[in-house]
């Protein structure tokens, strides 16, 4: 089992900047990599990052490209999404999710085994 708990959500002004972050902990060498999803209201789940924890190959959401960055620091078992000038249209709450065998279809949802609860971001002026 892998748990995966999220933090770092809150309300920002548009333009502004917020760092998630997603402790990973468990069987965690079982991971093949950590995605960050989000989910608007009345939306789909999408994929916004992730990550492989082998060679840290990054992958992005085109509309996210520039503004995001992924991270992990394998000492602490956490992955960051730093995110930059914000959008009204990146309100979502934030999910960050394990994924054990590689399809390489990173963006679809049921690619991933374990799921964290989620965090609340708010871009509003």
């Known amino acids: 089992q892998v748990q995966l708990v999220e933090s770092g959500g809150g309300l920002v002004q548009p333009g502004g900047s917020l760092r998630l972050a997603c402790v990973v902990s468990?069987?965690?060498?079982?991971?093949?990599?950590i995605g960050w999803f989000r989910q608007a209201p009345g939306k789909e789940r999408e994929g916004v990052s992730c990550i492989t924890t082998a060679d840290s190959s990054k992958y992005y959401e085109d509309s996210v490209k520039g503004r995001f960055t992924i991270s992990r620091d394998n000492a602490k078992n956490t992955v960051f999404l730093q995110m930059n000038n914000l959008k009204p249209e990146d309100t979502a709450i934030y999910y960050c999710?394990?994924?054990?065998?590689?399809?390489?279809?990173?963006?679809?949802?049921?690619?991933?085994?374990?799921w964290g609860q989620g965090t609340q971001v708010t871009v509003s002026s």
């Open positions: 468990g069987s965690t060498l079982e991971v093949y990599a």
């Open positions: 999710a394990a994924l054990r065998d590689w399809s390489g279809a990173w963006l679809l949802p049921d690619q991933y085994d374990y």
